[in-house]
Structure formats: structure tokens, C-alpha cells
């Protein structure tokens, strides 16, 4: 059965792969992507500390899950 998926997968995204409006529609949202990351990126003054920030932010979420998910 795992072989009849992984066959029908194969086949369909093969078909899908040379489906010309699929590829522009992806096109079309990869850019739209990227527009929108470089916009949000260029509001951030220092990227790097604000990379690392976030970090911090996540390792203590991390580290107090517990806590948070009784409060949730």
C-alpha cells in the first residue's frame, strides 16, 4: 500500500510540476514573498540583535512551557 502512495504521489506531482498556471501561481506568491520579507526585514535598525533577542524570547518560552500552558 506505502508503494501505491508513493507511486500516485510520484505520478501527480509530476503532472503538477509541468502545469504551467500551478508554476505561475507559485511564482507569483514567491515573489510576493519576498517583497514582503525584505519590507519587513528593512524595519528592523540592528537585524542581528534582533535575532538574537528573538532567541532569548523562544529559549524562555521554552524553558517555562509548563507555566505558560497552564495559563493558556
Avoid: C, P
Amino acid at each position: 500500500m506505502a508503494q501505491n502512495i508513493a507511486d500516485k504521489f510520484l505520478e501527480d506531482s509530476s503532472t503538477k510540476s509541468f502545469d504551467l498556471r500551478h508554476r505561475e501561481i507559485i511564482t507569483n506568491n514567491i515573489d510576493k514573498y519576498n517583497v514582503a520579507f525584505e519590507r519587513g526585514k528593512s524595519k528592523f535598525f540592528d537585524l542581528e540583535n534582533s535575532k538574537k533577542k528573538a532567541n532569548l524570547i523562544k529559549w524562555r518560552t521554552i524553558e517555562n512551557l509548563d507555566k505558560y500552558l497552564i495559563v493558556f
